[in-house]
């Protein structure tokens, strides 16, 4: 049996750089070889204060200190699966910020049959810089329980 | 109103996976542990649903540089497995002054849809048929009518229509001196 997640559950609340590892990582894996994505200098010269950071960049559980989140949130990744990702820019971010987060249980969906449960739950983190709200992510879960829910 | 181009990932090797994986510290073992995919019915490890975000991120951004990307909404329809290459495709389904809505999808080497979505961007697009170091007329579109922008350093140009030219065909087809290419640092 497993217990279903409660929305706002709060799963972290966190201070993170974005470093320049992250982003060269991240364009190197989906193939991205253009110079302002990868040199300070070249990003400067196009009038960025660094390089900028890719929206896709910014993912939640990236920031979180431990991986306890996927218990309260109720994902288990032998039966979960993120199905869903929404990102809202306010402004650009770029490496060498510090953001801010929030991550809680933002909605739980439950759907039962008499095979199966499939709960879909929607993990919301907001990024803000200097106070500012700087992104809005939301990852979206699907959990299949063939037991019955709590 | 279509304006499609594409932009493809290239092989997705298990090294990129986990490079992105370690990135993103990715806690799902699906990218990482064969054993574990094994054991969930999985023929192998898959990569992360974010490699797909990031590319259609990117693609969008080389494609409207000067456009600013507010909002992504994409779904991941199946697995992206080890080895296969993601294309990106775009179309334009409402421009409303500086804001722009585009489909955007990205198919894996069959052809099947991996993930798909909405993608609004925003920002007025430079666009001109001239070279902006003025060095002569728009060598890429040839007089076609495409719509050209430079991709800032005159090493990569984005046409409207033609898809992105790298630095070595735009100079292959242009009689400008070369462009050093910047070295990275920092490393």
Not at chain 1, 29 to 54: C, F, K, M, N, T
Not at chain 2, 109 to 135: I, P, S
């Given at each position: 049996?497993?217990?279903?997640?409660?929305?706002?559950?709060?799963?972290?609340e966190f201070d993170a750089v974005?470093?320049?590892?992250?982003?060269?990582?991240?364009?190197?894996?989906?193939?991205?070889?253009?110079?302002?994505?990868?040199?300070?200098?070249?990003?400067?010269?196009?009038?960025?204060?660094?390089?900028?950071?890719?929206?896709?960049?910014?993912?939640?559980?990236?920031f979180?200190?431990?991986?306890?989140?996927?218990?309260?949130?109720?994902?288990?990744?032998?039966?979960?699966?993120?199905?869903?990702?929404?990102?809202?820019?306010?402004?650009?971010?770029?490496?060498?910020?510090v953001v801010h987060g929030?991550?809680?249980?933002?909605?739980?969906?439950?759907?039962?049959?008499?095979?199966?449960?499939?709960?879909?739950?929607?993990?919301?983190?907001?990024?803000s810089v200097?106070?500012?709200?700087?992104?809005?992510?939301?990852?979206?879960?699907?959990?299949?329980?063939?037991?019955?829910?709590? | 109103?279509?304006?499609?181009?594409?932009?493809?990932?290239?092989?997705?090797?298990?090294?990129?996976?986990?490079?992105?994986?370690?990135?993103?510290?990715?806690?799902?073992?699906?990218?990482?542990?064969?054993?574990?995919?094994?054991?969930?019915?999985?023929?192998?490890?898959?990569?992360?649903?974010?490699?797909?975000?990031?590319?259609?991120?990117?693609?969008?951004?080389?494609?409207?540089?000067?456009?600013?990307?507010?909002?992504?909404?994409?779904?991941?329809?199946?697995?992206?497995?080890?080895?296969?290459?993601?294309?990106?495709?775009?179309?334009?389904?409402?421009?409303?002054?500086?804001?722009?809505?585009?489909?955007?999808?990205?198919?894996?080497?069959?052809?099947?849809?991996?993930?798909?979505?909405?993608?609004?961007?925003?920002?007025?697009?430079?666009?001109?048929?001239?070279?902006?170091?003025?060095?002569?007329?728009?060598?890429?579109?040839?007089?076609?009518?495409?719509?050209?922008?430079?991709?800032?350093?005159?090493?990569?140009?984005?046409?409207?229509?033609?898809?992105?030219?790298?630095?070595?065909?735009?100079?292959?087809?242009?009689?400008?001196?070369?462009?050093?290419?910047?070295?990275?640092?920092?490393?």
């Amino acid at each position: 049996m497993t217990a279903t997640p409660v929305v706002g559950t709060v799963l972290a609340e966190f201070d993170a750089v974005l470093d320049r590892a992250r982003v060269w990582r991240v364009d190197w894996a989906v193939g991205l070889d253009v110079p302002e994505y990868q040199d300070p200098e070249v990003a400067r010269s196009a009038g960025h204060p660094d390089i900028p950071v890719p929206p896709g960049a910014l993912v939640f559980f990236s920031f979180l200190p431990d991986d306890s989140w996927l218990e309260r949130a109720g994902i288990c990744f032998d039966r979960s699966l993120a199905v869903r990702r929404q990102i809202r820019n306010h402004r650009q971010l770029y490496v060498g910020d510090v953001v801010h987060g929030l991550s809680l249980i933002d909605t739980v969906e439950v759907r039962s049959s008499t095979k199966a449960t499939i709960v879909t739950t929607v993990i919301a983190t907001r990024y803000s810089v200097d106070g500012e709200l700087a992104a809005e992510e939301s990852v979206t879960y699907s959990t299949h329980h063939p037991e019955e829910m709590r | 109103m279509s304006d499609d181009c594409e932009f493809s990932t290239g092989a997705l090797t298990k090294e990129r996976i986990a490079q992105f994986s370690v990135a993103m510290q990715d806690p799902n073992p699906v990218h990482l542990d064969p054993s574990f995919c094994a054991s969930i019915g999985l023929p192998g490890i898959i990569a992360p649903g974010g490699i797909g975000v990031v590319a259609i991120a990117h693609a969008i951004g080389l494609r409207y540089e000067a456009r600013t990307i507010r909002e992504l909404d994409i779904s991941f329809r199946s697995p992206v497995h080890v080895g296969e290459s993601l294309r990106c495709r775009f179309e334009v389904i409402d421009e409303k002054g500086p804001t722009m809505t585009l489909t955007a999808h990205t198919t894996g080497d069959d052809g099947r849809t991996c993930a798909d979505g909405t993608v609004t961007v925003e920002g007025e697009m430079e666009e001109q048929h001239e070279d902006l170091r003025g060095a002569g007329a728009c060598v890429p579109c040839q007089g076609r009518g495409a719509r050209v922008r430079n991709h800032r350093r005159c090493d990569v140009a984005v046409v409207r229509g033609h898809g992105r030219l790298g630095r070595d065909e735009w100079q292959s087809r242009s009689e400008r001196p070369a462009v050093s290419q910047p070295t990275p640092s920092g490393r």
